[in-house]
């Protein structure tokens, strides 16, 4: 399915442009929002392969992930990524440029996406690796309705040493009993 845009309530997604490359080093170049995802940060031209790879991916037959930039009124603020994982099951993952936190963004970007793995691509499970200290991701993945899982020890090798990430998953039934649950509350 290409192109993919979706909205939520304070942000948008969209098939990365290759003008996104400069705005994407306020989240992949920024080591204060690097430090909680699973690479180091990157150069100019390193930003730049990275929006020219999704943008690539993102034409294949299938899909094998959704990898959307994140607007709000039109300024790219970050991207959230669903990277397919097994049978119906993806990872997400996402990262919001550190002047935008705060106002919800992360959030309101992994519901929509992970809304749309499970109501239009059929998904039965995403999951979410989260380095520990990472309050404020941790605080999404609970607000989706995701359950812990476990550790994995020494996941990702970044910043010059390995770190450990929490898991934690949402099942496609256990969306779509939040969603009703949601419903009912407004």
């Known amino acids: 399915m290409y192109p993919v845009e979706l ?3 304070v942000v948008q997604l969209r098939e990365f442009r290759m003008e996104d490359a400069a705005a994407s080093l306020s989240v992949v170049g920024d080591d ?12 100019g031209v390193e930003a730049e392969n990275m929006i020219s790879g999704a943008m690539e991916r993102a034409r294949l ?5 959704y990898y959307l930039a994140v607007t709000a009124d039109d300024e790219f603020v970050g991207f959230c990524r ?5 049978v119906k099951a993806a990872k997400l993952g996402y990262a919001i440029a550190a002047e935008h936190w705060g106002h919800g963004y992360a959030t309101d970007a992994a519901e929509v996406l992970t809304d749309f793995g499970f109501r239009v691509l059929g998904l039965h499970r995403i999951s979410a690796a989260i380095g520990p200290d990472n309050e404020s991701s941790i ?23 390995w770190r450990d990430s929490l898991l934690y998953s949402v099942l496609a039934d256990e969306w779509s009993q939040r969603s009703v649950s949601l419903l009912a509350s407004s």
Do not use: C
């Not at 037959?61 to 992930?65: K, L, M, S």
């Not at 999404?140 to 970044?158: C, D, N, P, S, W």
């Open 82 to 86: 669903l990277g397919f994982d097994g």
């Open 61 to 65: 037959e299938p899909r094998t992930e």
């Open 32 to 43: 204060r929002v690097t430090q909680w995802l699973s690479f180091d940060s990157r150069s």
């Open 139 to 161: 605080a999404v993945a609970v607000k989706l309705g995701m359950q812990y899982e476990g550790r994995i020890r020494h996941h990702v090798f970044t910043n010059g040493a």
């Open 7 to 9: 909205s939520g309530r």
